[in-house]
């Protein structure tokens, strides 16, 4: 059972059942559409698919790019664009697909890792399984990623670094990261029209990356805060000194700071002043959610305080916040049955 269909977008839509569930293929003309449909239907009918001698693996990624179009937020396509086209396209976009081998994939990702994170070369493991046929995938293993243990700011070195800013134009930012676990994109990306003084919250609903805006990557990422006093001080000095319109952080020609322009004329300057070279925006994330945790508040409310998409996502990250918490189980039982 299949149809095809035109998008409001204007893009065409293949849909096909299989073991109950709709798929999905996407193509800018109907004939593609229709075309993609039939090989589909005579690869899972293990009828083999005879392939063009000029189909490079190029070609196989911008069609595997040409899917992924409309089924992701419009920054997770960015960034797989952009990995493919600067890291995967120069090294194997001219090799045919039939003569790619596992080995030549291996040996790409190993000299990734020379330049750049293992996440990221996860990232490029992930998009060549799913866009390659399985057998130059064979035995082609994603690198490890070790999880290292979170470094965070003491209470004095944070005290210390907030103290500093204290009165700044972006002391918002700093504030908004280590008392609220905001993101520095989240925390770039805020209006006057998303902060509430009378209620005393703020909304999360777009953030800023690579000079653009865009929305929250997921459902739980849209959120709205209960502004700490220490938070809520911070925005008030700042309104005092606006005009309460735009962007909280703008520049002068009413955009947002750019986070990269953030770090290097304002955060790097700041951090090394306090002594505290080699700290990261994030860290002051890391240092709101275990200060939560480590202070018994439930783990499915710091997630949603920090945007997760579950708290799963939390227990992987923090898990190390939570031992020897055992006691306060402990506790609980004894009230019950002692």
Excluded at 142 to 151: C, G, M, S, V
Excluded at 196 to 207: A, K, L
């Amino acid at each position: 059972m299949s149809s095809v269909f035109k998008r409001k977008d204007g893009k065409w839509c293949g849909k096909w059942k299989k073991d109950g569930t709709w798929r999905y293929v996407y193509r800018s003309s109907e004939g593609a559409v229709r075309e993609a449909l039939e090989q589909k239907s005579r690869y899972e009918e293990s009828i083999p698919v005879v392939r063009k001698d000029n189909r490079r693996v190029g070609k196989l990624l911008d069609e595997w790019l040409e899917d992924l179009d409309g089924t992701v937020s419009r920054r997770t396509y960015l960034n797989r664009e952009s990995l493919i086209r600067i890291h995967l396209k120069p090294s194997l976009g001219s090799v045919k697909v039939e003569d790619l081998t596992p080995r030549d994939v291996r040996k790409l990702l190993r000299s990734k890792l020379e330049d750049l994170a293992p996440s990221t070369v996860k990232r490029l493991h992930l998009i060549l399984k799913s866009a390659l046929p399985s057998r130059a995938m064979e035995g082609v293993k994603p690198p490890r990623i070790e999880t290292n243990e979170l470094h965070v700011l003491s209470k004095d070195q944070l005290l210390h670094l907030l103290e500093t800013v204290k009165g700044d134009r972006l002391e918002g930012v700093y504030v908004l990261g280590a008392v609220c676990g905001l993101r520095i994109g989240e925390s770039l990306g805020l209006r006057w029209e998303d902060v509430s003084f009378e209620s005393q919250t703020v909304q999360i609903r777009r953030t800023v990356w690579r000079g653009r805006v865009f929305q929250p990557k997921t459902s739980n990422s849209r959120r709205t805060l209960r502004l700490p006093k220490r938070a809520l001080d911070s925005l008030i000095r700042l309104g005092n000194e606006s005009d309460a319109d735009g962007y909280l952080f703008g520049t002068s020609n009413g955009n947002p700071i750019d986070p990269a322009n953030f770090h290097r004329w304002s955060w790097t300057p700041t951090i090394r002043k306090c002594g505290l070279d080699g700290l990261t925006y994030h860290q002051l994330r890391h240092g709101a959610a275990s200060l939560l945790l480590n202070q018994n508040v439930p783990v499915p409310v710091v997630s949603r305080y920090l945007g997760h998409a579950n708290p799963s996502v939390t227990l992987r990250i923090y898990a190390h916040c939570l031992d020897g918490t055992s006691h306060l189980a402990a506790r609980a039982m004894d009230s019950i049955v002692a």
